[in-house]
T-cell receptor, first 118, second 114 residues
Framework: AQTVTQSQPEMSVQEAETVTLSCTYD???????LFWYKQPPSRQMILVIR??????QNATENRFSVNFQKAAKSFSLKISDSQLGDTAMYFC???????????????FGKGTKLSVIP | DAGVIQSPRHEVTEMGQEVTLRCKPI?????LFWYRQTMMRGLELLIY????????DSGMPEDRFSAKMPNASFSTLKIQPSEPRDSAVYFC????????????FGNGTRLTVT
């Protein structure tokens, strides 16, 4: 079974600064997908960024980028120029890339609560 | 597209009562998921439908929980009878196909059972 670990329950960052949220996972699969979701106080789960394991290039979406280290099974999220609206819970998630039983499963970490301070 | 629509947004009920949560997935999506979120256990998958057919319900905690998907545009999650430990936020999510297709979540239903 896959596990996803987010070792930082809470973090804070000054507005306009850069912050990195860590995520590690455990799997024996070689093909898989990784995601970061954001959950603001409004409660909705919003996709921030995704990465295919077979791609060496790190994904980037505007101010959000990832550092994907496949050998180390690490998938950290970097938020540049932090804004007040980035205040939220952030969840790392893993999904198998192969077909078959459980391939639809999205395994979530426990989340990191990020506070952006004015 | 309006996104995944869940109702009600909040539900407060007394122990022993029946609760029905509703979900309308995004049009064209053929996979639907029900998740439960609590502080203690995080996000847990309750049940997964593909093309309206339940594929995996191993996450449904007890026989008190049941879910249906009578057509591609509607699903329900029912708890009967409800208990205080069922208090949580229940999310519905949908996606198309497999692979890296991301889940699109609804706004969730916050259930409080007193």
């Amino acid at each position: 079974a896959q596990t996803v670990t987010q070792s930082q329950p809470e973090m804070s960052v000054q507005e306009a600064e850069t912050v990195t949220l860590s995520c590690t996972y455990d799997t024996s699969e070689s093909n898989y997908y990784l995601f970061w979701y954001k959950q603001p106080p409004s409660r909705q789960m919003i996709l921030v960024i995704r990465q295919e394991a077979y791609k060496q290039q790190n994904a980037t979406e505007n101010r959000f980028s990832v550092n994907f280290q496949k050998a180390a099974k690490s998938f950290s999220l970097k938020i540049s120029d932090s804004q007040l609206g980035d205040t939220a819970m952030y969840f790392c998630a893993f999904k198998r890339g192969t077909s078959g039983a459980g391939s639809y499963q999205l395994t979530f970490g426990k989340g990191t609560k990020l506070s952006v301070i004015p | 597209d309006a996104g995944v629509i869940q109702s009600p947004r909040h539900e407060v009920t007394e122990m022993g009562q029946e609760v029905t949560l509703r979900c309308k997935p995004i049009s064209g999506h053929n996979s639907l998921f029900w998740y439960r979120q609590t502080m203690m256990r995080g996000l847990e998958l309750l049940i997964y439908f593909n093309n309206n057919v339940p594929i995996d319900d191993s996450g449904m905690p007890e026989d008190r929980f049941s879910a249906k998907m009578p057509n591609a545009s509607f699903s329900t999650l029912k708890i009967q009878p409800s208990e205080p430990r069922d208090s949580a936020v229940y999310f519905c999510a949908s996606c198309y196909g497999r692979g890296n297709s991301p889940l699109h979540f609804g706004n969730g239903t916050r259930l409080t059972v007193t």
